[in-house]
């Protein structure tokens, strides 16, 4: 497989583009230039020659300093072949624009098989491998073109040789090859920065002679893989990271970066989890915890195989102990659509409040490619982004880390005066300023990219990430990153005190550390812990004892060697103590005949316990906090251990009988020894029970729903149930003498509930009690197209010019439906036998099915909106009115509006306004469409003096409507797939 590395940003137009294309556009333009005043054979126009010499100003600074810009990770990827050399050579310009130097590396390598003269692909190749931090191909490109003698301009090659042995670490050549074009430069520019590398150089070979005593473990036997790993955070003795790889299984082509957490271990090992925040089909990374770790930061990027990601920060809220609610953007201008956003890091500078966000981003604004940034935090809210511009260069910022107890800002740039690539720097922040910017000594940093420096809190620790030489990957040297770590303090082991029953902190313990020698233990140190914790200092290649003690419980003994190589950073252990032992032996029994009962299920639940602080700690929603179900054939009798200063529930239920249930209580129990209580449930049988699930708009059996069945009188949950994917019923055996309540539930469905009184029947053998309930689906093709109808010439004021009105269709409703026999009584005048019995049938239909049963689904549908909206669907309603042809054109569509606008009003005013703010916001879109009389069938008659046919007629009746029309439903701008227009 082919390994490439890429650049984990994803600049648009920054500085560092610019001087990639310069670089290109500088070694085509002057060799042409070059070459033409060799051979005399073409003359430029002098345009021509001074725009060469402003590019060749730029190529000295732009090509070599393009070599670090940014972090490389490793990934997979296959060369397209080529069907020409100048498709290859268009194919590695085009890699490397896109960040995909490997690549480009590659490319060139396959047109230099071919024309080993070929010098603009030995310059792209070695501006590639720079990029690509593989000087030692750079290195030989160069070496391979002044050998023979290729360059067009000796003095710029050196230079371009010596920034390659400058990056390598390798000053001391690199200063007598800057010292060599200082002499031979014809170019002042080129002659200013040959002078400025050798001041560097200088410097550089000073700052080696003091490096510091400092031991670098590069943890390659514990958290580092060939492949990247970097951006490091220290927090709860873990190790939080990112690292390019594999992640998922049978999946070797699809590299991605995820967050990975590494505890240490007290045995020298390492546990690595990958964390659950991290998303499947995107990129992860960069973690950042708030203060108080109640919000959680991190980056986000879509999966491709080569080139720059772009990222956007995401942001989640603690939901519980280990449980975090759903990511959530943050905002514009934080997250910019064109622009990476990334390497987020929160905190609380000295001597403000609110928290500070840091970021970076190649956003415009900025001072270089990549730029620090930051905002404040208010109650959720972000403040506008602000450039670092303090600390800020030209070139790229990264990597922002704040150290609060120290007030230091840990950050790297390539735009300082460095060893080569990214360093390590930290300034100090003084009374809202940062100060005395400082460069991290050697063996911190290195020629190689040095980022994501990091400090535990106590300052014992420290991490960082570097492609120094020695890191491990696959293949070409100096590519991927590895975290490496460097210890300043002194191991201790810190021992939390529990209760193995329940998991909780033990207090009052006795701790004693014994020391293992060859003469045997030696009791170092025995502590009275009047909380749960205490500490103890260690020393590595020690053997030791911690034993914990209590009143009531089992001692508990820790026996553990402490490694040679340790993390140099406390450690944690919880020991939990054995209480002494209660147990509870239950009898199951018919409740008439007290004779022993079989074949019951016995369920025995954990419900609360009373903590070392006098508060009871209880499950939620009263399901208690454990539970355990045992259905033993041919047995009567259940045995359950117990714990102390504990309650639990037991209920025994069998098919035919009525469950009995009881509590039993550990609270305020001393015994000395194991204890054994009994006690004893007795079942009755009961009436059965009968539920039946219906879908309220179709009226059809409703499968797969969940039944909460509660017993009023004693308010706790008795039972849950689903119907299953074939069945809408549930049957049961209830007790009598009391209430139930019953909730039926189904995603996508509102809920229905219905009450169960036994306390008022008669016990009579072989009884049932039967309930429905019905459930209303929320979607709106469920109810629409809904068409509501209105009486004539109404609503009012009947004149022409008014459209809008504030009456709501309910009130015009009912008054309407109220005329039903007044309109069968006038319709129907002067008709007998089977036309008059069909006339009124006909109308009582009419009314009855669309009058009010149309209202009926309109209420419905008004109902349920509220949950549809809620759950985040973007509906959108057409209103159209009709009218019949009793009127002026102009008239019956002024009639129509009115009539639209009350159904609009209906909307608007629904309990109180509940639908106005989804409205507004377009949540909610309803469009208008009066169509007056034009649309009414031609047979419905016009004629004002013939009331009974144009007014009192079902024909007329039917073309006085307002028809609402489901036009559109999407889901987070993704339209429903199974919502059918109608």
């Known amino acids: 497989m082919t390994l490439t590395c890429r650049t984990l940003w994803w600049p648009r137009t920054t500085a560092a583009a610019q001087r990639s294309r310069l670089f290109i556009a500088y070694t085509e333009l002057s060799r042409s230039y070059i070459l033409a005043q060799w051979t005399n054979r073409s003359r430029l126009p002098d345009t021509m020659k001074k725009l060469c010499l402003i590019l060749i100003s730029w190529g000295i600074m732009a090509g ?239 999966y491709r195989r080569s080139g720059r990601l772009r990222f956007d920060l995401l942001e989640r809220r603690r939901t519980g102990e280990a449980s975090w609610g759903r990511p959530r953007r943050l905002p514009r201008p934080i997250n910019q659509k064109e622009y990476t956003t990334t390497q987020p890091y929160v905190c609380v500078l000295p001597g403000e409040v609110s928290e500070t966000l840091f970021f970076v981003s190649d956003r415009p604004g900025g001072k270089g490619g990549k730029d620090i940034w930051y905002c404040r935090i208010e109650n959720g809210r972000f403040s506008e982004p602000t450039n670092l511009a303090a600390l800020n260069t030209e070139g790229d910022d990264v990597s922002p880390f704040f150290h609060e107890p120290t007030g230091m800002l840990y950050f790297s740039s390539n735009g300082r005066q460095g060893l080569g690539g990214f360093d390590v720097y930290r300034a100090a ?43 491990m990957n696959f293949s070409e040297e100096d590519c991927c990153y590895d975290i490496f770590k460097i210890g300043m303090g002194r191991p201790e082991i810190s021992i939390a005190a529990c209760d193995e029953g329940s998991g909780e902190a033990l207090f009052y313990t006795v701790m004693t550390l014994y020391e293992v020698t060859p003469e045997g233990p030696v009791a170092l140190s025995r502590v009275a812990v009047p909380g749960s914790k205490h500490t103890f200092p260690l020393q590595p290649g020690k053997s030791y004892w911690i034993v914990t003690e209590k009143p009531g419980f089992l001692p508990d003994t820790l026996r553990f060697d402490m490694p040679g190589r340790l993390w140099e950073e406390s450690f944690e252990q919880r020991r939990c103590l054995k209480a002494i032992s209660i147990d ?114 179709l009226k059809d059996p409703l499968n797969d729903v969940t039944l ?108 309407y439906y109220n005329r039903k026999q007044e309109y069968i009584d006038i319709f129907c005048k002067g008709l007998t036998g089977e036309e008059l019995a069909a006339a009124k049938h006909d109308i009582d239909t009419f009314f009855e099915r669309r009058v009010k049963g149309e209202w009926d689904r309109m209420r419905m549908f008004s109902e349920v909106l509220y949950e549809m909206l ?35 009003n209906h909307f608007e005013l629904f309990e109180g306004g509940l639908y106005r703010q989804y409205i507004r916001s377009g949540q909610l879109k ?37 028809e609402i029309i489901g036009v559109r439903v999407t889901s987070g701008g993704v339209p429903l797939p199974d919502f059918h227009r109608r």
């Open 64 to 302: 070599p300093l393009a070599a670090q810009k940014g972090v490389p990770e490793r990934i997979g990827g296959d060369l397209e072949r080529g069907p020409s050399l100048k498709a290859l050579e268009n194919r590695a310009r085009r890699s490397y624009y896109e960040g995909d130097y490997f690549g480009a590396m590659q490319y060139y390598r396959r047109l230099l098989k071919v024309d080993a003269q070929n010098v603009s692909a030995w310059e792209g190749l070695a501006a590639a491998a720079t990029a690509h931090t593989h000087y030692a191909t750079a290195a030989a490109a160069y070496e391979y073109l002044r050998t023979n003698r290729l360059a067009a301009d000796e003095a710029l090659l050196l230079f371009r040789l010596a920034e390659i042995r400058y990056l390598s670490g390798q000053y001391a050549d690199a200063h007598a090859l800057y010292q060599q074009v200082a002499q031979q430069a014809a170019l002042p520019e080129l002659q200013r920065k040959a002078l400025e590398g050798v001041r560097n150089c200088q410097w550089a070979l000073q700052v080696y002679q003091n490096t510091a005593d400092l031991a670098l473990d590069s943890l390659r036997d514990y958290v580092n893989t060939p492949f990247a790993e970097y951006a490091t955070r220290w927090l709860n003795n873990r190790l939080y990271y990112s690292a390019y790889g594999h992640p998922y299984k049978r999946d070797s082509a699809s590299p991605m970066i995820q967050i990975f957490s590494a505890e240490p271990r007290l045995d020298g090992s390492i546990a690595i989890q990958r964390l659950d925040i991290n998303e499947r089909k995107r990129h992860t990374a960069y973690l950042a915890y708030n203060r108080d770790q109640t919000a959680v930061y991190y980056a986000v990027a879509k």
């Open 429 to 471: 922040y003084k009374n809202g300023d940062w100060v005395d910017v400082e460069h991290l000594p050697v063996p911190i940093n290195s020629n190689a990219n040095d980022v994501f420096y990091s400090l535990s809190e106590t300052s014992k620790l420290a991490f960082f990430s570097s492609n120094r030489e020695g890191a």
């Open 584 to 697: 509870l032996v239950v009898t199951v029994v018919d409740a008439d005949t007290l004779k022993p009962l079989t074949g019951a299920d016995v369920l025995f639940r954990t419900m609360s316990f009373l903590r070392p602080d006098g508060q009871i700690e209880r499950g939620e929603g009263g399901k208690g906090l454990a539970f355990e179900t045992r259905n033993e054939p041919g047995q009567h009798v259940y045995r359950f251990p117990l714990r102390f200063q504990h309650e639990y529930e037991l209920k025994a239920q069998r098919p035919g009988y009525s469950p009995d249930s009881l509590m039993v209580s550990t609270v305020g129990l001393t015994p000395k020894s194991d204890t054994t209580l009994y006690r004893e449930l007795r079942l009755r049988r009961g009436l059965r029970l009968d539920v039946y699930v219906f879908d309220d708009v």
């Open 708 to 815: 909460t069945i509660t017993e009023l009188k004693m308010p706790r949950e008795m039972w849950v149930h689903r119907t299953g994917p074939d069945s809408n019923d549930y049957h049961a055996v209830i007790n009598y003498d009391t209430r139930y309540r019953i909730v039926a539930t189904k995603e996508g469905y509102s809920r229905d509930s219905v009450e169960v009184r036994t306390d008022d029947l008669p016990k009579t053998p072989f009884q049932s009690v039967e309930r429905k309930l019905y459930l209303r689906p929320l979607r709106p093709d469920a109810y629409l197209p809904i068409t509501l109808y209105f009486d004539n010439d109404k609503p009012g004021p009947p004149r022409l010019g008014v459209t809008r009105i504030s009456e709501q269709f309910s009130s015009t409703y009912l008054p």
């Open 870 to 904: 809620e759950n985040g669907l973007e509906i959108e309603i057409k209103i159209s009115g009709f009218a019949s042809p009793l009127a002026s054109a102009a008239y019956n569509l002024d009639l129509t509006s009115r009539r639209v606008s009350s159904v609009f």
């Open 926 to 962: 309803l469009t208008r469409e009066p169509n007056g009389a034009s649309k009414a069938s031609k047979t419905v008659s016009a004629d004002p003096t013939n009331r009974r046919l144009s007014v009192y007629s079902v024909d007329a009746a039917r073309e006085r409507r307002v």
